[in-house]
């Protein structure tokens, strides 16, 4: 990670918008809440070039997510945002399909475990989401879907890159899902107080950490 100036500058936006979130300044909020997923496509662009196809990947899907950040802060943007964030979880996805590989998954069987854990806390989410989904209940379940998709594969990444790599992108995968579960449950079933500091706190670290990993993966 050469860009240290690059990630200190991540570490600032970071920190300015958690105090917007905290302080409730809203122009603050809508100017730094962008600036998150746009330093790290700058970020990965430095250090990769995107000369990868995962680079690609990730930094569209990190487009996505900036674009899914600017819905979330409009009125009544609420399934555009999902649908933004959706796209960006596909592109991670894919990316981390490609770093995945059967024949290795095959001597190791821990992806089963990994893979059922996944799936009882996606149950148990949709489980208390549901009473109150209405017409949006086919879109949080394809949602829940992707997401704890893109967890899975996040792990199966872990035999074709080296372990820096896969703890961080992992953890990040990890956090993701700490975030959108926040997130819904305050939406749809109960007030949380501080949610929004708790979101974005583990949002922000979810993207760095994928992006990161997907950096890291290059020092394999």
Known sequence: MKQYKLYIAYIVIALLHL???YANLPTLRYISKPLICISLIYILFKET???RNIDKLVGIGLFFGCLGDIFLMLKDMFVAGLASFLIGHVLYVTAFIKQSSPKELSRHKS??????????Y????????QPSLGPLKIP?????IVIAAMAFFA????YQTNLTS??????GAILFIVSDSI?????FVAYIADSGLYIMSTYILAQFGITAGIILDQKK
């Open 19 to 21: 105090y917007s979130v």
């Open 49 to 51: 070039g995107f000369k």
């Open 111 to 120: 992806y089963i475990l990994v893979a059922g854990i996944l799936a009882s």
């Open 122 to 129: 996606s149950y148990y989410l949709y489980t208390i989401l």
């Open 140 to 144: 949080v379940i394809l949602y829940i």
């Open 155 to 158: 792990y199966t990444r872990k």
């Open 166 to 171: 896969f703890i961080i992108c992992m953890l």
């Open 183 to 187: 997130l819904a449950v305050n939406k």
